[in-house]
């Protein structure tokens, strides 16, 4: 069959994309592509009709391991990326799960008949190929396809070599071509992946933990505090919440006799969107029984500076143009000397709630009048002190008005023994030596209760069956969560969350 005869436009038909298509040329080029197809299914070639196809080696692999495949059968599969046709023979590079890798078609190797139909394979479709291993004149790694299938036809048309997805928002939209088109993402989702699996290997073969699964649907969403998404169970008729925290359930396996657990999932807050906060993210919690706040920050440090080490081979990262040195020890500030350093308020010197409000009202903190102590401590350093946290740096000694959960500090009981690390200026764990005291826990929960209705939507609401649990007993546990999206976000330099989750979410398109 000659080229006149076969399926149509050839590749070659697709205009070299050094500019921006007009929609009106798009949509011809989508006909010529689903005409391309018809054509296909009327010759009984229909791709997508195959189910399968044998991958002996992938790209990397191949070049790689060179020396050992050259001159051997190989059989690949990938997504056509670039094409060069000179005649009777053909360059086309695939894209495959490793990489590119060049393959050579020729006429009198595949048949003149097959050769006109690849001639018509476009940017974009998925071919399965066999061939031989070899090396170019000029010394590129390439294989001598012997056979050639389109396994999966692309009725769109791929973003330009020259101009690329550059539209953030259709980046984020279409991740599925976003992969395909920018390497640096692909890179960025598997440096997340091998982040993930060094996480989980710490804790599992370093230190003994046990990974489990609790709830996220629940009728009580606990453990933090802030704003839950609501849902409703119909057969129930039960009205329910998407968990913000899966702290209450891992210290109830602790109370359990699960002495070292940790979970690494889904959270959800109906909370602001910004470069650094996405309503579902991924975060981890752990609880070690017979541990404390100390254990929490040596598990903190290594936790991520071995994440660094084994996504960047250094513990010294790079994020837009600071950086950090993340191997430990790692700084200790408390936050009341915090305030002191960047809003020059001594609370060594403070002592009751009506001067604590004499300062607030200094500073012009909203509420000023309302505010105890603790709660002025907590919004001063909000105020003054979060943007100096360069770090990694552990900030201790959090007011007990602002941690619900953390045991209280023996030396002064309006402190608890909590931490929270910093790095970057960002928040990225959180830890306390758990309050384990039911009577207390109770009335920090009335407390708290009573501010969730009085309108405060972020307060802990309260929860008996987890005071029934610590009326069992827990024993004497640290408790540790991390925000894994901002620890990947650092060692990946990533601008924003949106980076760094697959699909983030995203206003619907307007029709």
């Given at each position: ?82 094409n060069r046709h000179m005649g009777k023979a053909s360059f086309i590079d695939i ?261 604590a409000r004499t300062v607030a009202e200094k500073h012009g903190l909203e509420d ?50 909590r931490f929270e690390a910093y790095v970057n200026c960002w928040e990225i764990a ?82």
């Amino acid at each position: 069959m000659s080229k006149d005869e076969g399926i149509g436009v050839s590749m070659t038909d697709e205009p070299e994309q050094t500019e921006e298509i007009s929609e009106e040329k798009l949509n011809e080029l989508r006909r010529i592509r689903r005409d391309k197809l018809k054509k296909l299914q009327d010759m009984g070639r229909n791709p997508f009709l195959i189910e399968t196809w044998d991958i002996t080696a992938y790209s990397m692999e191949i070049k790689d391991e060179f020396d050992a495949l050259d001159g051997h059968w190989v059989s690949c599969a990938g997504r056509i990326m670039a094409n060069r046709h000179m005649g009777k023979a053909s360059f086309i590079d695939i894209q495959d799960k490793q990489g590119r890798i060049q393959i050579y078609v020729r006429q009198d190797v595949i048949s003149p008949e097959e050769y006109s139909i690849f001639l018509t394979y476009d940017i974009g479709d998925i071919i399965g190929l066999e061939g031989t291993v070899f090396k170019t004149r000029h010394g590129e790694v390439s294989v001598k396809a012997e056979k050639v299938v389109l396994l999966s036809k692309s009725l769109q048309i791929l973003p330009n070599k020259y101009q690329g997805l550059k539209d953030m928002e259709m980046r984020y939209r279409q991740r599925y071509v976003d992969l395909i088109v920018n390497p640096d993402v692909r890179e960025t989702f598997m440096l997340r992946a091998k982040i993930v699996k060094e996480i989980k290997r710490y804790l599992e073969d370093e230190r003994g933990f046990l990974e489990v699964d609790t709830p996220i649907l629940t009728t009580i969403a606990g453990g933090a505090n802030a704003r839950p998404f609501a849902t409703h169970h119909n057969t129930l008729d039960l009205d329910m919440k998407l968990r913000i925290s899966n702290e209450l359930y891992l210290k109830r396996l602790t109370v359990g006799g699960l002495d070292r657990v940790y979970e690494m999932g889904k959270m959800f807050r109906n909370e602001g969107m910004d470069k650094n906060h996405n309503p579902e993210f991924t975060s981890m919690e752990l609880y070690q029984a017979y541990a404390n706040l100390e254990t929490m920050m040596e598990i903190t440090e290594n936790v991520v500076a071995n994440a660094a080490k084994v996504a960047r081979g250094t513990t010294v990262i790079e994020y837009q143009g600071k950086t950090f040195e993340l191997a430990p020890p790692w700084e200790r500030l408390s936050m009341q000397d915090a305030v002191k350093k960047w809003a020059g308020e001594d609370f060594n010197k403070i002592n009751t709630d009506e001067e604590a409000r004499t300062v607030a009202e200094k500073h012009g903190l909203e509420d000023a009048a309302k505010l105890t102590r603790g709660l002025v401590i907590s919004e001063l350093f909000e105020k003054y002190c979060e943007d100096h946290l360069e770090g990694p740096v552990f900030i201790t000694g959090h007011p007990v008005e602002i941690s619900p959960l953390a045991k209280r500090d023996p030396d002064d009981p309006r402190i608890t023994r909590r931490f929270e690390a910093y790095v970057n200026c960002w928040e990225i764990a959180n830890a306390f030596s758990e309050l384990n005291d039911p009577i207390d826990q109770y009335q920090r929960f009335k407390d708290q209760q009573e501010q969730l209705e009085s309108g405060d939507e972020e307060a802990h609401p309260m929860d008996e069956d987890f005071v029934n649990a610590l009326e069992v007993g827990l024993p004497p546990t640290g408790g540790l969560g991390i925000g894994i999206d901002r620890v990947i976000m650092l060692i990946v330099n990533a601008p924003s969350i949106r980076d760094i989750i697959l699909f983030p979410t995203m206003k619907p398109l307007e029709d």
